[in-house]
């Protein structure tokens, strides 16, 4: 069995004292010299590294630390794996990065040492059968690629800003696209489109990658990947309570738009989320048991269709399209450049989190299920058993520690709320923050990670949640249980969310959505974190729908399944009109 050492190393002088403070850059460049003035002590060399992991504060600076760490160690015959971790702070203060390299310890000097670069453990080594409407002329070889060069920011397999432009916000998947552009307007993603084309390839829309693994369990030799997230912008018009988002815009930017208007958005738990993707999915808020589905709120959307024309999606043009999109995702369809919401009038809001050790969640779960039968539509909570690394950047009372947590939103006075949150409080719990917060406050309630992060997850949508289906989770994740498990999660659902609305996705079937997340730093990692969350989600199998939701569903999954039966043949009729021969390549398909 082959063991490693962990070498970290930060921006020092000899005498240990921090240099280069608040500039991200030149901390990694010193890292890097570091790093391998500490491997020279140990008669190694770069290639004897298997793994690097980037600790970082600013989550923005991602990529580019990550390809100068993919361009250093581009000299040497084995690039290892890079992994992002964001982090809440680092010490000591003004510590923008650190790294931590491990280093296979039976390994020689110089011999080649790892997996391939940022491989996962499940990746795909064979190619599925073609789809039903799978263009078959597809040529993924370039001989020419001096049209999809000129269409705008495209790099290509060898090109120094491959590595980068192609790694996703989920950094266990790796995309290996026949080349990756990088668009700045509609018109650039339209002439890329055009030219991405007329060579036989296909087009894969993404925005931040966060549910990327599924799209790369197919091949994407013979595509090229449309990341948006340079195309970005918000502007609100308070009257009408609307916001037009383009293509690439994160949920922390709409969010900060609106505050000042006293609107808010149904955005989800976390604010480096992109629009579109999560909006045209589906769309799961804290606001969501009140106001429904984020999809039943897009007005508009303005996407690039096959042949390279911008298009408009409304109630007055291509009404059939915008039934589609809501709910059906943008990926089957065409690039989106924009997207048009419905904002809704809230300035305020009672949010916040309760907090136990995770002995207690036997009690505080079967708490939470009963008391979640007789909520008002007002409140949307969900339930996480969570256990967290014993990392030094963490808040202390995080910090390597399993915890049972409560978080949410309740649309109601401060009173009504004290009222509805009585029962839950008097389980004492150690941490109480529910308050009244501006909303723009609560993208931050979940605790999402701060930046990209490498993981595997597990899902399902459950018709009900007695005290068989809590011995259930609490078997497999509750205290005492050895898993690699980042967290289990219930969100709460029904109220607005069961209505029937005028959309592909008119509703999500089911009381309780489930999610599992277990961290995948390493393919030994992910293997056994695919293992752990598949395990929860076969406990609660019994009480499963069995239908899909997308915006949960990071694997491939029964993409009929997250919709009715007439609306699954609606929306694939209505692929077939708008992309007759497959050109798009979505993570979750629309095919038949």
Do not use: K
């Amino acid at each position: 069995m082959t063991t490693t050492t962990t070498i970290e190393t930060r921006s020092v002088d000899d005498h240990g004292e921090l240099m280069h403070a608040d500039d991200a850059t030149a901390q990694l460049c010193l890292s890097l010299v570091r790093l391998e003035a500490a491997l020279s002590t140990r008669g190694l060399g770069l290639a004897s590294v298997s793994q690097v992991r980037i600790h970082a504060i600013e989550p923005r600076t991602a990529s580019e630390l990550v390809e100068l760490v993919l361009e250093r160690f581009g000299t040497v015959a084995t690039t290892p794996v890079v992994a992002w971790v964001g982090c809440a702070r680092l010490d000591p203060p003004g510590t923008l990065v650190r790294l931590a390299a491990d280093v296979p310890a039976d390994r020689p000097t110089g011999r080649p040492a790892g997996p391939p670069t940022r491989r996962p453990a499940d990746a795909p080594t064979h190619r599925p059968a073609d789809p039903p409407n799978r263009r078959t002329d597809m040529n993924p070889s370039l001989t020419d690629t001096s049209t999809l060069r000129a269409a705008g920011a495209v790099h290509l397999p060898g090109d120094p800003g491959y590595e980068a432009a192609t790694m996703p916000w989920n950094l266990a998947v790796v995309q290996r696209p026949a080349a990756v552009a990088i668009p700045r307007s509609a018109d650039e993603v339209a002439r890329v489109v055009a030219a991405a084309t007329a060579l036989g390839l296909r087009i894969a829309p993404q925005g931040t990658g966060h549910g990327a693994a599924a799209l790369a369990a197919r091949p994407l030799d013979d595509a090229v990947l449309v990341r948006m997230h340079e195309f970005t912008g918000v502007t609100v018009d308070p009257v009408a309570r609307t916001a037009r988002v383009l293509g690439g815009t994160l949920w922390r930017d709409v969010v900060a738009a609106a505050a000042p208007h006293g609107l808010a958005a149904l955005h989800g738990s976390a604010g480096d989320v992109a629009v579109a993707g999560y909006a045209l999915g589906g769309g799961l808020s804290f606001y969501g048991r009140a106001h429904g589905l984020a999809s039943s709120h897009v007005r508009a959307v303005e996407l690039v269709t096959a042949d390279g024309t911008i298009v408009r999606a409304s109630a007055d043009e291509r009404p059939e399209l915008l039934w589609a999109l809501r709910g059906g995702g943008g990926g089957s369809f065409g690039v989106v450049v924009a997207v048009e919401l419905d904002l809704i009038p809230v300035a305020d809001v009672v949010a916040g989190m309760l907090l136990w050790d995770l002995s207690r969640g036997p009690e505080v779960a079967r708490a939470w299920s009963r008391w979640t039968a007789g909520l008002p539509e007002s409140a949307t909570t969900s339930l996480r058993f969570m256990r967290f690394p014993p990392d030094p950047a963490m808040p202390p009372f995080l910090r390597g520690r399993s915890l049972v947590v409560v978080d949410g939103a309740i649309l109601e006075d401060d009173e009504g709320a004290a009222e509805l949150l009585a029962p839950l409080r008097a389980l004492d719990p150690e941490i109480d923050t529910f308050a009244r917060i501006p909303a723009a406050g609560l993208v931050d309630v979940h605790m999402d990670p701060p930046g990209p992060v490498p993981a595997v997850s597990d899902h399902a949508l459950l018709a009900e949640l007695p005290d068989a289906a809590i011995d259930a989770l609490v078997g497999v994740a509750g205290p005492g249980v050895e898993i690699p498990l980042m967290f289990a999660e219930l969100r709460h659902l029904g109220g607005a969310l069961a209505r029937p609305a005028d959309g592909a996705l008119a509703r999500l079937d089911g009381a309780y959505a489930l999610f599992a997340a277990s961290p995948a730093p390493t393919p030994e990692m992910a293997a056994a974190g695919t293992e752990a969350t598949s395990a929860v989600a076969a406990a609660l199998s019994p009480w499963s729908t069995g239908g899909a939701f997308l915006n949960f569903a990071d694997r491939e999954v029964a993409v009929a399944s997250a919709f009715g039966a007439d609306d699954w043949e609606r929306l694939v009729e209505v692929r077939r009109e708008v992309d007759p021969d497959g050109v798009f390549a979505a993570a979750h398909p629309i095919e038949g």
